[in-house]
């Protein structure tokens, strides 16, 4: 029998009883999709799903977006991108180390996917937990004074904090290995404050991993804004961390969804089958860093 319970009064809702073909039933789907405007993020417990029915639900949300660097893809499924420490042969099977602190997806692209789909496809419940914060309740948490101090400020996004280096990079000096990550990924702004469509609620968009600063403050200013955010993000009473069972389907809104995943004991497996979905109008191209 299907059921349905807040994960924390703040952020989250969990379904259990769900089975693919009860996803066929348009009321529940819609009641899925309704609790994940109303709570950002959404977990249906141990659902056994193929990679091409995690797909087709994808589809419902918008366009799934194709990982750019092919051989982190599902081998048969583009759509899908696998995010793992495990390997195969000596070779690592999938993107190791994805959203290993606290972010909301790809805010430093001009128009980020809105939605996040993740499959337990092997993942210990002891550890690798994901955690999640509402940016709507961060917003809901600021002291008046900082809500009146961000309400017309744009922020700085950037992901040079976080760029990886590859082997090409080997030789570069730092100063280069910056230039051409900011020639490649150029910074972009978006507003402080957002207001979310589908629940009409304020949330804050940003977060000290995924930006430079808020435009016009010092450096001082800065780190006061971040240190807020840090403080009022982690704050566990206001956390669900969602403690993985095998074959969990974990949905979130990109934008107004705070998350990290946390660490993996030593020797553990963790493999996840990642979906971007873009909203179906979007032309925007898939691009690496979209990763997290
Ligand atoms: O693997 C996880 O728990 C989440 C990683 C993450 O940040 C993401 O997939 O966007
Ligand atoms: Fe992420």
Known sequence: MTQKKLSTPFVGAEFTGV???ALQDPALWAELVES???HDVVVVRSIDLTPEQQIELAKRLGRPVPFVISKYRHPEYEEI???SNEQKDGKPVGVARVGNFWHQDSTFVADPAPFTMLYGFNVPSTSGHTKFASAKDVYD????EWKARLADKTGNHTVSKRLRIRPEHVGLSVAEFRAQADFEHPPVQH???LKDEESGRPYVYGSR?????????????DEAFFSLLDELITDESHVYTHQWTPHDLVIWKTRTTYHIATEVEPGVGRTVHRVSIESADSEAAPVEERVQ
Request: aromatic share 10%.
């Open 19 to 21: 089975d693919y073909d």
């Open 36 to 38: 994940l405007h109303a």
């Open 81 to 83: 991108m696998i995010s």
């Open 141 to 144: 948490r600021l002291p008046e």
């Open 191 to 193: 507003p402080v404050i």
């Open 209 to 221: 991993e995924y930006m430079a600063g808020v435009e016009g403050f010092d450096p001082n200013e």
